[in-house]
């Protein structure tokens, strides 16, 4: 089977390459190596697979690559490629969003209308969810994004949804909810906790550290991506959580034990676009999926900090 992974040198999209090479798949990976974090950090985290055979890796944005080109052949499409990360979503920045997000995503799907392709997997997110006090978040919620990152995000899962009603494109969404573990972007939360801790400087947090998230090990993440292509029925779309949650501040404390480091705590203003919690009610993926996450809270940083350790001394 030949797959194409969109943001395969991501976070995420690096680790579901793997999965799907292990799986005997063919893989052809596309990233266009945004500025938003190093590209040294993608490259790393692409180095293995660049040696795999059935791998192919092609350096371009999706806006300007040949899509049909890059679509000879595949079977699944696995959509990761977006521009992450609520806080800059605001101001002129947004059009980054509207581009890799919204554009990008459309553009992709257009390209996918009249092709023998079995499954489109998009990356959404528990941030179309917003601010809500009603938890857990189920699906059949009325989405209500509280940033220009989770507008872009829900966007571009209207379109999937859209381009499956009206052209037969097999689409899936999959609302990740906030996902850690090895290769965790540098600005998301544990990343940086791991690192100051580290690197003995205090450890900032927006907010009173009691906000609270369902976290997801990027293991389940990719195991849910093949579940979804195996099994999921287009159009439909599915929460994937990490199966329990914890407050920023159990995990600092979890951090505290792990590193034996006793680190400064600063407490800092809420950001604009961050939500108070999340919660996934995951009855449709398990029933449907037979999606079950795996990985513990504790088990999962404990792999995010061997990684870390080893990524600092690189
Ligand atoms: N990490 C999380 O907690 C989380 C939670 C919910 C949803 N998601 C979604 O999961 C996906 C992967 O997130 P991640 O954390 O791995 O982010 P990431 O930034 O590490 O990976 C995204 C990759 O996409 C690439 N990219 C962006 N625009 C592109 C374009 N136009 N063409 C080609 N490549 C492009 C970037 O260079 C980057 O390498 C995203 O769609 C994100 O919105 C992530």
Redo the contacts with the bound molecule.
Sequence with gaps: MKALV??A?????SHLCEYLIEKGCEVVG?????D?YPRSI?ESNIAGLKDCGGFEFVE????EASLAKLLEGVEAVFH?????GVRASWGESFKIYT??NIL?TQMLLEACKDRPIKKFVY?????VYGDTTDLPMRETSLPAPVSPYGVS?LAAEHLCRLYFKNFSVPTVSLR?F??YGARQ?PD?AFHRFFRWALEGKPIEVYGDGKQSRDFTHVSDIVEANWLAFEKASSGEVFNIGGGSRITLNEVIEIIKEMTGVNFEVRYKDVQKGDVRHTSADMTKAKEVLGYDPKISVEEGLRREYEWIKDFMRR
């Design positions: 969109t943001g040198a991501g976070f995420i999209g596309i990233d266009s190596f945004t938003y993608k371009a944005s999706l806006i990761q490629s977006a521009q992450a581009d890799n990008a990356a959404s997110s528990s941030s995000k990740y906030t996902v972007r998301m």
